[in-house]
Nanobody
């Protein structure tokens, strides 16, 4: 059963824009803090942004002011709007859902979508 599914990745030029989408199951989405993480070749996975069910957001310093995370509760979907992307933003972007299940923190991950920023 697929719980998270990312889409929208691809090739984008520096200074352009791209929007990633992550569709989640209803039960996961309703009780989770949603987030975007990314992993570049040879590097550790890092947090990009998170958003709570009430809309509170948090961003990595490296993307603050350029990327925007949002969620549509009617579609059980979280988005990452990438404006003014830089070559260093190139990575596989993963959708994440974190929630409490039986008093344990549980994370669910999507398969990832490749974002390449190049001129």
């Amino acid at each position: 059963q697929v719980q998270l599914a990312e889409s929208g990745g691809g090739l984008v030029q520096p200074g352009g824009s791209l929007r990633l989408s992550c569709a989640a199951s209803r039960t996961i989405f309703a009780t989770s803090v949603m987030g975007w993480y990314r992993q570049a070749p040879g590097k550790q996975r890092e947090l990009v942004a998170t958003i709570t069910s009430s809309g509170s957001t948090n961003y990595a310093d490296s993307v603050k002011g350029r990327f925007t995370i949002s969620r549509d509760n009617t579609k059980n979907t979280v988005y990452l709007q990438m404006n003014s992307p830089k070559p260093e933003d190139t990575a596989v972007y993963y959708c994440n859902a974190r929630r409490v299940v039986a008093n344990e923190l549980v994370s669910s991950w999507g398969q990832g979508t490749q974002v390449t920023v190049s001129s």
